[in-house]
Structure formats: C-alpha cells, structure tokens
C-alpha cells in the first residue's frame, strides 16, 4: 500500500492551505485514515482522523480550523487548513490503518511551514 502526500508549501499566517493523499487502493479496505505531524523537536501527534463508520475526532488544536475528508471514489483524503497559525509549522504525514491485520501505513510526509 502507497499513501502519497500532497499540498504542502509555505503560508501566511491567518492563510490556508489543502493537503491531499492518495492511495494505492480503495479507501474502504482502511478502517480509518487521516493525518498527523511533526514538528522539529516534538513528537509526532495526531492531527484529524476519519473512520468508515463516519467519525471525526481532531486534536484539540485544530478543532474548528480544519477539516479532514474522504472521496471514496478518488480513493483520497484531504486535510483543509484554514486560519493557520506558526505553530502549526510542521511535517505533516498521511496515515491509513487496518483492523484485519492490525497495521499502520504512512505516507512520505509534507511540509507545512506558517510565517508570522
């Protein structure tokens, strides 16, 4: 399974951007996909996460400020980031998962980088 990541670039801040992953397979085969950062120094957090039973949860931070989407037909998920802030500054990854087997796969990351 490929994730591929798009979007990423430098913004303003209050501006916004749209980050898109692709995957190699119909997105009805992940129990859920989404996405999470890094920033330098931090650990790696979850951003926003969509299941196929429809829920969205996202990390307290961006709750209000971004949305997270799937297109079933396209097979793709999309981060939309509106009022971004500095800290928002981070590499971004695309993330899917399965519950049978239990694994995790990754998209190769994308820059997101906020000026003040």
């Known amino acids: 399974v490929q994730l591929q990541a798009f979007g990423g670039g430098l913004v303003q801040a209050g501006g916004s951007l749209r980050l898109s992953c692709a995957a190699s397979?119909?997105?009805?085969?992940?129990?859920?996909m989404g996405w999470y950062r890094q920033a330098p120094g931090k650990q790696r957090e979850l951003v926003a996460l969509?299941?196929?039973?429809?829920?969205?949860n996202y990390e307290d931070s961006v709750e209000g400020r971004f949305t997270i989407s799937r297109d079933n037909v396209k097979n793709t998920v999309a981060l939309e980031m509106n009022s971004l802030k500095p800290e928002d500054t981070a590499v971004y990854y695309c993330?899917?998962?399965?519950?049978?087997?239990?694994?995790?796969?990754w998209g190769q990351g994308t820059l997101v980088t906020v000026s003040s």
């Open positions: 969509s299941n196929n039973r429809g829920s969205t």
């Open positions: 993330y899917a998962r399965t519950v049978r087997p239990v694994k995790s796969y």
């Open positions: 397979r119909s997105i009805f085969s992940f129990d859920a």
